[in-house]
């Protein structure tokens, strides 16, 4: 295996679990640890990981993220409001898809109250809350990804194949104005594109600190939306780029 290609296999590991130790990287591509210690100097050394003990760990939350408790401590409050809007624009009587995530936890947290709603999601935490929902949750099925709790895989695929939505509600690692939204990984992003392609209203909601920080994977351009909200207030060039896509922008205060 080329040194390029263990390299991306390595923080592809990384972006899963939020750390890896060259014991790691021996075990999982059968290398010598000669070559797995002259890898973790590389990659730290090409600034795409902190080394830290013999160990990688992600610095940068737009090439990794950080595992799921983390987040969760991250802008609480700002992360309530925008779920809160975000279930605004979600219809009373239908089926809506809710994406893994923080943020859109918080908008499958303000639809469970409604008994006309059948909500599909890969979140394992959002199906968690079953048990008091007036909503109807479903499982979409498939691999959970311990970094996110997200359902992901072939056979999350296929259930999405069999399925249609009045509106999806997705979330994004990162966002930038000239591509649109990303994510850290293949088979996450696998799952957002096929929903976006299943959903007649097609929701975007996203945190002001994901804006300018791309992540490895773009999912979704501008286009693929009919709706965004955010608590950012945005530069003119985004507006811009927002209105030449059509997408409504849902401003939500930053305070």
Not at 50 to 77: I, M, N, W
Not at 116 to 130: D, E, G, H, K, M
Not at 133 to 159: F, H, K, N
Request: positive net charge.
């Amino acid at each position: 295996m080329l040194a390029l290609e263990r390299h991306r296999q390595i923080l592809r590991i990384l972006g899963e679990r939020g750390r890896v130790t060259a014991g790691e990287i021996c075990s999982r591509l059968g290398v010598s640890a000669a070559t797995a210690r002259r890898d973790v100097t590389e990659i730290s050394g090409a600034g795409l990981a902190t080394r830290a003990r013999g160990a990688l760990l992600p610095h940068d939350f737009s090439l990794v993220e950080p595992p799921y408790p983390r987040k969760t401590e991250r802008a609480v409050t700002a992360k309530v409001r925008l779920g809160r809007a975000a279930a605004g624009l979600v219809p009373e009587v239908g089926t809506v898809f809710v994406d893994a995530g923080t943020t859109c936890l918080e908008v499958g947290r303000a639809l469970l109250d409604r008994p006309a709603l059948r909500i599909y999601t890969n979140s394992v935490p959002l199906l968690a809350l079953a048990g008091d929902a007036r909503a109807t949750l479903s499982a979409i099925g498939g691999e959970v990804r311990p970094m996110s709790l997200a359902m992901t895989g072939g056979l999350a695929q296929t259930w999405l194949e069999n399925l249609r939505f009045d509106a999806a509600v997705l979330g994004a690692s990162g966002l930038e104005v000239a591509s649109g939204a990303s994510t850290t990984e293949v088979a996450e992003a696998a799952v957002k594109a096929e929903a976006l392609r299943r959903s007649r209203r097609r929701i975007l909601v996203a945190h002001a600190e994901k804006w300018g920080h791309p992540s490895a994977l773009c999912f979704a351009p501008w286009s693929s939306f009919t709706d965004l909200v955010t608590d950012r207030v945005l530069s003119p060039d985004e507006r811009v780029a927002l209105s030449s896509a059509q997408v409504r922008v849902h401003a939500v205060s930053p305070r």
